[in-house]
């Protein structure tokens, strides 16, 4: 018998009540600092002059509604398994996923169109810029070092749990660092004289938001749409079922994800001289091995095919 396989980068090595307590933790954590970073963002970046920090602004008031929101599906993605969802509810975390890229993408559309607007306003003497407080880099400086934690935090949370939901909440951190520090060059620029960069800065912010939103969006989808196993884990099916006594060749190996977890169908050759009751026990063994070393498995659908020598 084959020693445990080692844990894909894909799944999980947690208990379901750990790993639901780190994933609502995260989520709480988020929710706190996205509400206090929005209300400081908006309230100085409109008292203070600058759109690149009242643009962030608005990123961390999206943050905050689809925080809420995504809330709900993993609370609701915790549910037993039930007749109408043998699998469980997981699946629900990509779905949250998804609401999180959709939102995110959403949030810089909005963010690009006003920098451009001021923009243009600016260009076309409409408006003339406006000295930016200092007060308003103390805030984009914290915004920085707040969500650099944040991101740590949610990374290896996401990376431990692989919640999808967690783990697009941890590229949004990472996004807000970015688009943070963005900010940052824009109101010192803007305080040097160079009153454009900071809407030019809040059109970079929309930028680098829309290419996280659609990466998210793709990685989520992905998983919806039963995308195929990564080599990583079909070596491991395979590494794992190659060793059962009886299995002369796989044919195919498919896996369907609900959320961190899998559903396994495989197709197996055995020797096309034994019986079906011998070739239905080697098929039972593959599904015990499959189970034993893979724990992050819900279900296994063997089939095999007789195949002569």
């Known amino acids: 018998m084959q020693a445990d396989a080692a844990p894909s980068p894909d799944v999980i090595d947690l208990s379901p009540e750990e790993r639901n307590e780190q994933s609502a933790r995260a989520m709480s954590l988020a929710l706190g600092a996205n509400i206090i970073l929005a209300l400081l963002k908006t309230i100085f970046g409109i008292v203070g002059h600058s759109a690149a920090l009242l643009a962030d602004g608005i ?3 999206s943050d905050v509604v689809y925080n809420i929101v995504v809330a709900l599906f993993v609370k609701r993605a915790r549910k037993p398994a039930d007749d109408e969802h043998p699998y469980g509810h997981t699946q629900l975390e990509t779905i949250g996923a998804v609401v ?8 810089a559309l909005t963010i690009f169109w006003n920098a451009v607007d001021s923009l243009f306003k600016f260009f076309s003497h409409e408006t003339e810029g406006q000295p930016v407080s200092p007060i308003t880099l103390y805030i984009a400086l914290f915004t920085v070092a707040l969500k650099i934690g ?7 949370v996401g990376e431990r749990t692989r919640n999808q939901a967690i783990m697009a909440l941890g590229q949004d951190h990472r996004n807000d660092i970015i688009s943070a520090a963005a900010v940052v060059v824009g109101i010192i620029l803007s305080r040097m004289g160079y009153t454009w960069v900071d ?8 930028f680098v938001i829309l290419r996280t939103g659609l990466s998210i969006l793709s990685e989520s989808t992905d998983d919806l749409m039963d ?3 990564g080599k990583k884990l079909r070596a491991t099916i395979e590494g794992i079922v190659k060793n059962v006594g009886g299995v002369i060749a796989i044919d195919e190996v498919k896996a369907h994800r609900f959320g961190p977890y899998l559903v396994i169908n495989i197709a197996i050759f055995v020797d096309g001289k034994i019986t079906v009751d011998a070739g239905d026990a080697i098929a039972d063994e593959v599904e015990k091995q499959l189970k034993a070393q893979m724990y992050y498995i819900r279900a296994v659908h063997v089939h095999f095919h007789s195949k002569t020598h």
Do not use: D, Q
Not at 150 to 156: C, F, M, P, S
């Open 59 to 61: 990123n961390s008031t």
């Open 100 to 107: 999180v890229g959709a939102f995110v993408v959403t949030t």
């Open 150 to 156: 944040l991101w740590i935090y949610t990374a290896k």
């Open 199 to 206: 809407p030019l800065a809040g059109a970079l912010v929309a």
């Open 227 to 229: 995308t195929v196993p």
